[in-house]
């Protein structure tokens, strides 16, 4: 390890050391739901830090990076996918694994991408887990709506340009379940759209007919906060076309509205 690194993992120790955490226990027969955050390990909470520290059993979703896995080593690892079009336990699956492990004495974690209830199911699995008697506590994460705008250089909220930020899901687009795209169009506030680029055409036109302009700042954000990251800055006219023709893919996020238009303004400071 080169000097500078010595350096900084010293600071890091002497700045965790004045912090004085003390972190909860987490007990034999507990399930912890907890957020890795958008990709990062630097997003990780000190929370979910010293709760992968204690736990015996782990159970992880997809966007969950190897190296926050990695903190977990004293635990037994189930993989649950959760990736779109990829294989992925069923969620009662899910559930019942937790509910078992628990019943078995174990110290459980589930753990997944940005905050557990944030389009994470975690509402489910905790009601679930409510249901069984087995005790639970939530552990928050950084959402990947919100971090990775910032990540990109794009303010969620920007004076003069929004006072609202919607969180969507695009799963549903184009069936009966879906949302009502218009609606959403006519707030005139930035969509941050969750699960949507299998559908992004569909979303896309929707959010046309229900009004906005076809000018209107977008932009597909892939893998934010890793080295993976990607990003295409279009119009809402021409963001489907665009990400296509950049192979985009999932995991992904969707932004649309005017705070997309300021990552230009602010990258000379980045």
């Given at each position: 390890m080169s000097g500078s690194a010595k350096d900084r993992?010293?600071?890091?120790?002497?700045?965790?050391?004045?912090?004085?955490?003390?972190?909860?226990?987490?007990?034999?027969?507990?399930?912890?739901?907890?957020?890795?955050?958008?990709?990062?390990p630097g997003c990780l909470t000190l929370d979910v830090l010293a709760a992968l520290g204690q736990c015996d059993a782990l159970v992880y979703d997809a966007l969950v990076s190897?190296?926050?896995?990695?903190?977990?080593?004293?635990?037994?690892?189930?993989?649950?996918?959760?990736?779109?079009?990829?294989p992925s336990m069923k969620q009662d699956d899910i559930t019942a694994l937790l509910v078992r492990l628990a019943r078995e004495g174990r110290r459980v974690?589930?753990?997944k991408g940005g905050d557990p209830y944030i389009f994470g199911r975690g509402g489910e699995e905790a009601l679930a887990l409510a249901r069984e008697n087995i005790p639970f506590h939530v552990l928050p994460g950084l959402t990947s709506g919100l971090s990775a705008l910032a990540a990109t250089g794009i303010p969620a909220t920007m004076r003069g340009i929004n006072k609202a930020v919607i969180?969507?899901?695009?799963?549903?687009?184009?069936?009966?379940?879906?949302?009502?795209?218009a609606a959403i169009a006519r707030t005139g506030q930035p969509v941050v759209i969750y699960m949507g680029m299998a559908n992004l055409p569909t979303i896309t036109a929707s959010l046309l007919e229900g009004g906005l302009a076809p000018s209107t700042p977008a932009a597909v954000i892939v893998a934010a906060t890793t080295p993976q990251e990607r990003i295409v800055v279009a119009t809402l006219?021409?963001?489907?076309?665009?990400?296509?023709?950049?192979?985009?893919?999932?995991?992904a996020l969707i932004?649309?509205?005017g705070i997309v238009a300021m990552r230009a303004a602010l990258a000379g400071g980045q």
């Open positions: 993992n010293t600071t890091v120790g002497q700045a965790l050391a004045r912090l004085n955490l003390k972190p909860r226990q987490l007990e034999p027969g507990h399930v912890w739901l907890a957020g890795a955050g958008p990709g990062d190897p190296e926050i896995v990695a903190v977990a080593e004293d635990a037994e690892l189930f993989y649950a996918g959760k990736r779109g079009g990829q974690i589930r753990l969180l969507a899901t695009g799963h549903a687009a184009g069936t009966d379940d879906d949302l009502d795209w006219a021409t963001l489907a076309e665009q990400a296509a023709a950049a192979g985009l893919a999932s995991p932004v649309v509205g």
